[in-house]
């Protein structure tokens, strides 16, 4: 796990094991999380990653294995573990009667900042955050964007070396979902370590540089992003011909020009439209300007990303535990 | 990114503003962080109030209704028509101790409503002692029960209730009050981190509230109840507290053993239940 380089691990988990009653919510967890870099944890629901975070936030106990952060074990030593880390979980972790600048404000004095410097921290982050005209409102006033951000802020108050950002946009708007985006690059360019749970490739692929992959609360794989998705066949660039009639054709141009992984490129004519499996942006440019130099007309063109499911499909052979959830939650999105 | 070196994920000196460590090497907050800790956080229990005023209706009109309900209901029974003021003078230092009953409850839906919302994972996953978000809702509670305490005395005052003593007197039986109601918080407090809705807090505490303050010698002596009931009420700390505040505003009546009654079982009810709430909440998931 440690075959990239030598930079040391801000997190480190062992075996670790949580039960509620007979259900094992962890089932022997192993991680790595290298300093400055995201850590991706993908999962349906249910499969464990919310019990991860609060176990290595030091909000329930495991009950067998152990767990590292920053150097400080989480079950012996809770209290210099939590001076170290900043939470931002599925529900925002605000108070809802309080404004955004009080928010800010209780926590600069919660971390022992002298009242300036807590005032001063606030106005800064609020400003960072885009919610300064927001700051003397209630949080309960604030949009599902504006509370992420804001609930997002509350965790950089102390500078955490170590932040956890538990499905961070589950809920929000594509928009809204890439200002979050925006705001865990840049702390992540400011060096710290991210642990982010999350049920979408494609937040996994925006934010994260590796991925682990847990189902029923065990690892089914973990590695570099690319590595998984070169196993998972990355994405799918979909072309739609101008005449349907000319699909073969072009399905037979793209297979022999021999570019790597991309012979597996399929046709639905019934759909009008060639799927060809590409595992970069430069493949995907080849195929177009292969396509174009050849002359075939081009009317409509599109990638996606493989789903959860598809990921869990490549990787194990099998669903995802909660596929049917998924796909349900996934049409949602889409509607 | 993989390459990037970061602050050094030592022990709290991660940034230019993190002021000097308030703690030992073991981690413990040390007394003045604590007092901090548990300022910042009783401001903001103050200002949910400010932002949802509705909240303070209970010890802003408590006070009134019960005090003009009970002396004009019971009052003539009680002493003979029109005789009304003798029984106000009776019955506010008894009214403070079922008030600060009734505050104290309401301190147990308040903490399970806190911990349906988010916000206590954050203070749970923050360098702060567990105790300090308890002891800060108690604190501004206290100060709750403080108002309702004054609108008491003003309401008694303007109904023709005599004071045999001095406002010294006066304010010791506050400060019993106070310090009794203090100590129920934590068993309130124990239940609202126990049962799931704020709604069967108030089903519970119901249930243990209405006979402690009626089998009581808040609203009348206990000389006139049956034996056995009189046995109860003797040992009820609510008439300890009750008969300890009503010596002290007139003066004439022996208070020691009342007094010492109700600081022992306020000692022995915090000692009992605070440390099996904070453990409650530091284990709650």
Known sequence: ?335 | MSTATLTKPGAGQSGPTRPAVAEDAEGRIGLRANLRHIGALARRNTLQIKQDPESMFDVLFMPIVFTLLFTFVFGGAMMGKGNQSEYVSYLVPGLMAMMGMNVSMSVGTGVNEDFQKGVMDRFRTMPIARSSVLIAKIVVEVGRMMVAFTILLVVGLILGMTIGTSWLHVLAAVGLSLLFGASLMWIFILIGLTVKTAQAVQGMAMIVLMPLQFGSSIFTPTSTMPGWLETFTNYNPLSNLADAARGLFRGDIPIAHDVWMVLAWSAAITLATAPLAIRKFRDKT
């Open chain 1, 1 to 335: 796990m440690t075959r990239h380089d030598s930079t040391p691990h801000a997190i480190e988990v062992r075996g670790l094991v949580k039960h509620y009653g007979e259900t094992k919510a962890l089932d022997g967890v192993d991680l790595n999380v290298r300093e400055g870099t995201v850590l991706g944890v993908l999962g349906p629901n249910g499969a464990g990653k919310t019990t991860l975070v609060r176990c290595l936030s030091t909000l329930i106990r495991p009950d067998a294995g152990t767990a590292t952060v920053a150097g400080y074990d989480v079950v012996r030593q809770p209290r210099q573990l939590r001076r170290t880390i900043g939470l931002t979980g599925q529900y925002a972790s605000v108070d809802e009667k309080l404004s955004g600048w009080e928010n800010l404000y209780m926590i600069g004095r919660l971390l022992d900042l002298p009242r300036k410097d807590a005032r001063r921290r606030s106005d800064d982050l609020l400003e960072r955050f885009s919610l300064t005209e927001a700051a003397k409102k209630p949080a309960a006033q604030y949009s599902g964007g504006m509370r992420r951000r804001l609930d997002l802020a509350a965790s950089m108050i102390g500078q955490p070396a170590v932040l956890y950002l538990d499905e961070p946009t589950t809920g929000l708007d594509p928009r809204t979902r890439n200002e979050v985006w925006g705001e865990v690059q840049r702390m992540v360019g400011e060096g710290v370590t991210v642990l982010l749970t999350t049920q979408y490739m494609e937040e996994a692929e925006q934010l994260a540089s590796e991925l682990t992959v847990i189902d029923r609360g065990r690892v089914v794989a973990e590695g570099r992003i690319h590595e998984l998705k070169a196993k998972v066949g990355g994405r799918t660039l979909q072309i739609r011909p101008s005449d349907p009639t000319q699909l073969s054709a072009m399905a037979d141009a793209v297979r022999r020009a021999g570019l790597d992984g991309v012979a597996g490129a399929q046709m639905v004519p019934e759909e009008g439209l060639l799927y060809v499996p590409i595992l970069s942006d430069e493949q995907l440019t080849s195929v177009v300007g292969l396509l174009g130099a050849q002359g075939f007309a081009i009317a409509d063109i599109g990638t996606h990303l493989p789903s959860l499911d598809e990921v869990f499909l490549a990787i194990t052979g099998e669903k995802s535990s909660e596929s049917d959830v998924l796909r349900d939650m996934k049409e949602e999105v889409a509607a």
